[in-house]
């Protein structure tokens, strides 16, 4: 039987490391999460660690219980006055694309996803 000789030297680990990075909020869209029915945003963001860009896209609750979630997101983007209107029951309205372009820092942890570590975005916080 022939000997398997793989070269593994050009596989990179795609995944950051645990910690607080500067990011840009690329695109914001609203949609519904599957398993909840809630509404949600998609937020992709591009995420820069040391001189290496990274995307990654989370989804964050804008109704039910992990809606805290977005509260925190538009204090980091600069909407803290929405979001403390928002807190004490007001209406407080803001576009998706005012949004996006703003500058924040990501708080990154690691998760088990199929047996396989992968990075996650935790936290959203003022740059």
Not at 41 to 60: N, Y
Request: proline letters at 5%.
């Amino acid at each position: 039987m022939p000997e398997i000789v793989p070269n593994l030297s050009e596989v990179s680990s795609n995944i950051i490391d645990v910690g607080t990075y500067p990011a840009k909020v690329n695109t914001v869209t609203q949609g519904t999460a599957k398993s909840s029915g809630n509404a949600k945003l998609d937020v992709e963001c591009t995420i820069t660690v040391g001189e290496k860009e990274f995307k990654r896209t989370v989804s964050i609750p804008i109704a039910g219980a992990g809606a805290f979630r977005y509260l925190q997101f538009l204090k980091a983007t600069g909407f803290g006055e929405a979001a403390d209107k928002l807190k004490r029951g007001e209406r407080a309205p803001v576009q998706t694309e005012d949004l996006e372009g703003q500058a924040v820092s990501v708080v990154i942890e690691h998760e088990m996803w199929n047996d396989e570590p992968r990075d996650k975005i935790t936290k959203f916080l003022k740059a």
